[in-house]
């Protein structure tokens, strides 16, 4: 990159922001996928439904992380963004093996449990980053 040292870091700051939004997305995704089984656990929606919505969340996902993944990110976003990845599409893989008729309902409880505590860790990895970057900024 070429330009003055406040260009180099307002990119460099675009950038992160970027790559926060995405992982935000991806949370937003592995909550989605939370409700849903949420929602198939309750009765509430047909299961059908609920495996088609798992399918365009799984694409949305993909999509998301092949957005993120060639930014130029620091590492510690790099980590943020790959471990909302994870989440997201191990949420929405749960939501679709339970999605499908048949499963047991505990099997179903049990990974809405699973989701929610991935969502959470997300969540807590998302805002560490950010603060660590807000007191960089501070120095």
Not at 56 to 82: C, D, T
């Amino acid at each position: 990159m070429g330009g003055t040292q406040d260009e180099n870091e307002l990119a460099a700051l675009v950038l992160e922001g970027n790559a926060r939004d995405k992982a935000q997305g991806l949370a937003a995704e592995a909550q989605g996928a939370d409700d849903l089984l949420y929602d198939l656990c309750m009765g509430g929606v047909e299961q059908g439904v609920v495996y088609q919505r798992s399918l365009f969340a799984r694409q949305r996902i993909e999509n998301l992380f092949e957005k993120a993944k060639y930014n130029e990110l620091s590492n510690e976003y790099k980590k943020v963004v790959s471990k909302a990845y994870l989440t997201a599409k191990l949420a929405v893989e749960n939501v679709l093996d339970y999605a499908m008729p048949g499963a047991p309902k505990l099997a179903q409880i049990k990974a809405a449990k699973n989701i929610r505590k991935a969502v959470k860790e997300v969540r807590e990895a998302l805002k560490a980053a950010a603060n660590e970057q807000a007191e960089e900024m501070a120095h």
